[in-house]
């Protein structure tokens, strides 16, 4: 029976068109390593969402490499001030000054 399965698979014109094969092409994965947990943390500002309540429409992330621990908070503005608290409170008063922050600038 699993012959003839394999062997109407092969033969069959739907199957082979739809079926889910990976099209993408081959490349070599980039691993992003860090040398031990909480020493090197990326923030990200994402927004504007919707206005939620007391003007929420913005979320500042904040992720660990290592152990890929996710610390986020939701602000109404962006502002140097806020940005500083974040990383204050949820990064440095909890695992220490971390040895590299990386902050892209991008969208």
């Known amino acids: 029976m699993q012959n003839d399965a394999q062997v109407y ?20 994965l980039t691993p992003i390593t860090a040398p031990w947990p909480f020493a090197q943390w990326e ?9 939620a309540a007391r003007q929420l429409k913005f979320l500042i992330v904040g992720i660990d490499y290592f ?8 602000l109404a503005m962006i502002t140097e001030k806020n940005v500083w608290n974040f990383i204050w409170k949820n990064i440095v008063c909890r695992y220490e000054i971390p040895r590299v922050l990386i ?3 991008g969208k």
Request: charged share 30%.
């Open 43 to 51: 923030l990200d500002i994402m927004g504007p969402f919707p206005i």
């Open 103 to 105: 902050l892209d600038n």
């Open 9 to 28: 698979v092969k033969a069959c014109n739907k199957c082979q068109r739809f079926s889910n094969i990976i099209r993408q092409l081959v490349e070599e």
């Open 67 to 74: 152990t890929k621990w996710v610390k986020a908070e939701a």
